[in-house]
């Protein structure tokens, strides 16, 4: 079946632009979560949805970001006025039922942020 | 602050050796164990998942945990170049809502 999808592959903007990435999960999984991950390190943990509620924010970095996931699939990390410290690799997770299980990542959205 | 913790390497293996590598974690209150591959560029591929204290094998991986010492490992036998790659633990918080992972480790198999 089709895995973790994740719009756009690249983006990139300009400093203090606004920004949306989106995240299709696997069908069926009630768990999504976001990730980002820099170059050399391993995925830094920004939030996680339980159907349509954030069950833990406690990740975002500051209240540039926000995500949402209105109908319990599709997904949507925004980041206000962005800096060039935000220029990573967005990562995009999904898990049948939740933390404790299986977590299968998306192809990533890179950004760059000049 | 939770931490995993790995060595970087690179960790050099010939083909058909077995490479292992290494990974502890800091929270004791962690159940949930997962090893992942990342090929440079792409992201994350599970490989392994561990709950349960001692051994798991799966093909040529084989996850080994050990809770007391807040230990967890994947041995790859016959190693091949195509297992060249980071490999990353991940580790559920104690809260169990999200990965802690580590940095990765480095594998490079020559053939």
């Known amino acids: 079946g089709a895995g973790v999808s994740q719009t756009p592959s690249n983006k990139v903007t300009e400093k203090g632009k606004y920004v949306e990435l989106r995240c299709d999960p696997i069908?069926?999984?009630?768990?999504l979560y976001w990730y980002r991950q820099s170059l050399g390190q391993g995925p830094e943990f920004l939030i996680y949805?339980?159907?349509?509620?954030?069950?833990?924010d406690s990740g975002l970095p500051n209240d540039r970001f926000f995500a949402v996931r209105p109908e319990g699939s599709v997904s949507t990390l925004k980041i206000q006025r962005t800096e060039r410290g935000d220029s990573a690799v967005y990562l995009c997770?999904?898990?049948?039922?939740?933390?404790?299980?299986?977590?299968?990542f998306g192809p990533g959205t890179r950004l760059t942020v000049t | 602050q939770k931490e995993v913790e790995q060595n970087s390497g690179p960790l050099s293996v010939p083909e058909g050796a077995i490479a292992s590598l290494n990974c502890t974690y800091s929270?004791?209150?962690?159940?949930?164990f997962f090893w992942y591959r990342q090929y440079s560029g792409k992201s994350p591929e599970l490989i392994m998942f561990?709950?349960?204290?001692g051994d798991k094998e799966d093909g040529r991986f084989t996850a080994q945990l050990n809770k007391a010492s807040q230990y967890v490992s994947l041995l790859i036998r016959d190693s091949q170049p195509s297992d060249s790659a980071t490999y990353l633990c991940?580790?559920?918080?104690?809260?169990?809502?999200?990965?802690?992972f580590g940095k990765g480790t480095t594998l490079s198999v020559s053939s």
């Open positions: 997770a999904s898990s049948l039922y939740g933390p404790g299980d299986e977590q299968y």
């Open positions: 069908s069926g999984h009630t768990a």
């Open positions: 949805f339980q159907g349509t509620g954030a069950a833990d």
């Open positions: 929270d004791r209150g962690s159940q949930s």
């Open positions: 561990i709950y349960s204290n």
């Open positions: 991940a580790v559920n918080n104690q809260a169990g809502t999200a990965l802690i």
